[in-house]
């Protein structure tokens, strides 16, 4: 198994800046990627950014590029969203992903919320 601590979220204003991350733990060697999405009041899951462990490709919504990073530190297991200039439609609870794909697996952290006011 694997699992995931999340840390980060909190409440900024419009235009401000956060950093997420997420700390694996338990069966990491397994990871292939890590990600983030987000879930919004009344919507679906939504995809953010997710990064290739080993390589470190990186891939974002469209939504979000230009204005998030995505990272990882291999020796920590951690993986890192950094938020810049956010706006009210990027209020959501953020969830840490991290994908087994040879067992078709997908674990989930918990959630934290980021608010952004205007």
């Known amino acids: 198994q694997v699992q995931l601590a999340e840390s980060g979220g909190g409440l900024v204003q419009a235009g401000g800046s956060l950093r997420l991350s997420c700390a694996a733990s338990?069966?990491?060697?397994?990871?292939?990627?890590m990600g983030w999405f987000r879930q919004a009041s009344g919507k679906e899951r939504e995809f953010v950014a997710t990064?290739?462990?080993?390589?470190?490709?990186?891939y974002y919504a469209d939504s979000v590029k230009g204005r998030f990073t995505i990272s990882r530190d291999n020796a920590k297991n951690t993986v890192y969203l950094q938020m810049n200039s956010l706006k009210p439609e990027d209020t959501a609870v953020y969830y840490c992903n991290a994908r087994i794909r040879t067992l078709n697996l997908d674990y989930w952290g918990k959630g934290t919320l980021v608010t952004v006011s205007s």
């Open positions: 338990g069966r990491t060697f397994s990871i292939d990627s």
């Open positions: 990064i290739r462990w080993s390589a470190g490709s990186t």
